[in-house]
């Protein structure tokens, strides 16, 4: 998580996947904070994992081939 914005009704955040950033809702994380890993699925926060698990999950994600650069590297308007 490097950015969190919001209010207590929507609160959003930007996440690094490797270098490249996506805005994402933390309506089901909350309790996340600059610094911690965040799991996503469709542009939500789903669960908080500890840098271990992070790392882990990247690594099978990128063995795969679904952490495509060009995936993910799709326009995005994220706030400053």
């Not at 919001?6 to 490249?20: A, E, K, P, R, Y």
């Not at 994380?29 to 469709?42: A, C, K, L, T």
């Not at 994992?49 to 994220?78: F, K, N, P, Y």
Request: aromatic letters at 6%; a negative charge.
């Amino acid at each position: 998580m490097v950015k969190i914005w919001g209010d207590h009704d929507l609160i959003n955040g930007t996440v690094d996947f490797g270098g490249v950033t996506r805005q994402v809702c933390l309506s089901y994380v909350p309790e996340v904070r600059i610094g911690d890993y965040v799991i996503v699925h469709v542009g939500f926060a789903i669960s908080q994992v500890d840098e271990e698990e992070a790392q882990r999950t990247l690594e099978i994600l990128s063995a795969m081939g679904d952490l495509a650069s060009d995936e993910l590297a799709s326009d995005v308007d994220v706030p400053s």
